[in-house]
């Protein structure tokens, strides 16, 4: 199953294309002493700010696809060979051919974006050159490293699939994955020296506007890790919707039920791997906000409560179009599982959880208003809706929606299982790991209250921290202790009951102390909650693993609505990713590099949520239309049936 | 082929329903900040209506508290202001009292309502931007007799694109106009409208001391001169007014006001 080659020859050629762009444009006249050049430059019809906008934008996308899916193809490859069944290797498969062919349209728009910033805006250009230079000659380097690791991927499949081979095979997926990574890390270190020129609490600018850092100073700037560590993250979710999306259309053109029940199974994977990535992403965005918050109180401002305010409220819906969606998609997949049916009338329950915790996200509680409205609400917030606006309820709400999404999975998990057997069963290794997850949990829970307890309790609030953590640590090993007695249903329940409360004890108690106590809530509401989900899913597998089964699962008895819930989620993730994106940028309002390089363009204002709206909704589609384009060229060289469900086995890496 | 068309419907739609959505809830954009360009003298009418137009934005303010041509929340209506600033006092032309009323607000204050009006206007605006309001506010029932020359008009263009002067902590304080309100034996300020800051540090951390300035109503004080301090008294504008570095260096200089 060898792809044509022209795709990656074309790849290559625009690689190398980008990479003497990139030099080109360095090495431009503009860039000469003595020679300056125009501070900018317009582009016809739709402005330069908009046509940089858009190329950039899809370029991200389509970067996002190709990071995030390779990600994607090696742990499913992983899963394959550990499992030893074969789908898992033809589906990793099918999409490294999906990379192959959307690697050349990724470095067209990258070359595209080159060009045009460096013609439309060549002094912004300049300046960040004049910091970056080493970092810009590396970047084609990377490209080139990761496309030929591409290849490699790609070409050394089936020479490489023996016992033996086969881990070398993962071996160069991983270095895939880590160039491409590095490229992003790259790529932010220029994006994010732009929001926050500053390292180490110290600005990297002097009062005359000369640089006055190093370049790994200007690299690992205030923003970097977060916006790195929030994108790999958000790449992993989005990797997962992509190939949903994906499934979906496959499923939906399907001719025969084996097709089906291979696009469904397809489907089920790349919405669980979405939510993998979903369940930390809040806490992601969450540390980006406090780093941002921390390099500048007046972005912080700009972004949380001034213009920008009412972003966030669009952002909300998306999030609960995302959630909604993820768990729907869930509970209708339960119904093609002989025993879902047990479930069905809890759905309600989990619904309502979500549906409040939505509504709580979604309300404003400072947004800008005007003076008519200030008057009619009587004051800057809601007398009664205001109070569900702040960050205590907020972060509840989301803690909860968190929490409630992995009971739907728990639930969808469960669904075609019997009663566990007995704990004793398992074997050693499910004990040993099961105590080394706790330990690992019940140190994620305690490490604040540690920190609290350095400092002593004379204060109430410390008193409470410490001993609702250590409440909640009890209540996971009390969790575990049920476990090994044949009792870890319950364990479950407890454990993930008691996150709830720490949750909602945290939220509620965050209105009676002062601000900078109550920030530090949200740690032990997040803690719990991780601490939560990573020891009731070791229960979980371990509790099930061998567990009679009630039916076998009906792969491609699934009504096509889920489908579409499947591109809802992917449609909502790439417009999430393009209104963060303008986030991105509009907190830096009229700066090219904040507080050191003044915009003095025409495009200097930020525009409206509106407007944004527009131009979003343009890279959405134009990303969307390619991504169908490819999809249809990967699948032109299929001519067999897909793989799915044939009977051989892989062999397994040593 | 069916299939396919209904899946690009369907997504058309979903991305035209949230682009709707965005397009449904309040429109705000950011402006730059604006330079004040003018070229030759500029007409009473023509200096009125860029005074509305700082009169409506949010970098000025003035609809947080006042009306026009209906009661304001916090402040006088302002209709009819132009006829009546001419008799308010005699020895003051109405130009001459309208730009004092802007400058130095508790100079005037309309019985009924307190003086709560921050006196940092000239700093924010710059004198082109207030002798524009003037104008404004004048023409509110009288005539523009406010002029401004394209000299005048330039020299104060860099002085308000520059925010709030200031390097060290005390001329930061005093520029931004926080020493009208407030009382600071250290730099001299005696304000009777805010709390006392002399030992501010030891009342609140420095964290706390930030948010009053850039949230000032979030934690109302207790002791105000008058008694508890009233939500709305202190501008909310300083984040937009103050750069990073002088907001830091005003906390910091704060913080050490009492601290034990």
Redesign the interface.
Known sequence: MQASLWPSRRAFLVGTSLALLLILAIAHPAFAQGEAPPSYRDFPVIGSRVAVWIVAQVHLMLAAFMLGVPMFALVVEYVGVRSRERRYDDLAREFTKLILVAASTTAVFGALLTFLLFTLYPQVMSRLADVFLPTMVLYPLLFFGEVFALYLYWYSWDRLNTRSGKRWHLLIGLVLNLIGTTLMFVANAWLTFSISPESGGQ?LYDQAGAFTGTLWQAINNATWWPINIHRVIANIAFGGAVVGLYA??RF??SRSEQERAHYDWMGYVGNFIAVIGLIPLPFAGYYLGREVYG?????G??MM????S?LW??QA??IAVIFLSANYYLWIGMGRIQGGERYRGRIKWLLAILTLGVLVWATPHN?????EE??LIG??FHPLLGVLGVMSAKNTAVNLMILTTFVSFLFYRRAGKGEPLPFGSQGRTAKIVLIVVLVIAVLLSLAPALYVLRDGLAETSRLLRVGLSGLHGLLLIIGVILTFRDRGKLGQWIILGSAAGVVLFFGIYGYFV???IRIGFSVYQVLAVLSALISTTAIDVFLFQGAPSLGTIAWGKIPARAQ?VL??LA??FT?LMGLMGYARN?IR??WHIY?VLQ?TSAD???????F???V??VC??VF?GLM?FIFWLGNLSEKKAPAALRPEALPAAD | MA??L???G???L???L??G???L?????????EELVISGELSGAELAALGEEVFNS?GAGC??CH?LGKP??RAPDLAGIGAAAGDRVASLSAEQYLRQSLIEPCSFVVSGYDCIMPQTLQQTLGDAKLTALVAFLQGQGGEVTVRLSAEAAQASTDEAGAGIAGVTAAEIFTNAGCVACHTLPTVGAAGQVGPDLSEVGARL?P??I??SI??P???LAANCPTGPCL?GLMPKAF??S????Q?ETLVVFLAEQGAP
């Open positions: 600005p979906a259309i939906l053109n390099f500048s109180q007046q972005m401002v700009t409560g001034g213009f920008l009412w409220i669009l819906m998306l947004p800008v208003v005007t003076a200030q008057a004051g800057a002062e601000a900078t579409y591109i809802l449609v909502g417009w509009a309002q009229h507080e915009d200097a204002f930020s525009p409206t949520l509106g944004a709206a527009r979003i909704s959405v589609l969307l169908g | 299939n396919s209904k899946v690009s369907f997504i058309v979903v991305v035209v949230i682009a959505f965005a397009s809830i309040p429109q705000l954009e950011s402006p730059a900040p949010a609809l947080a009306g304001g929340l951390t964290d706390e930030r948010r850039l949230f109503d979030e934690q939500a984040g937009e103050l750069s990073a570095l907001l």
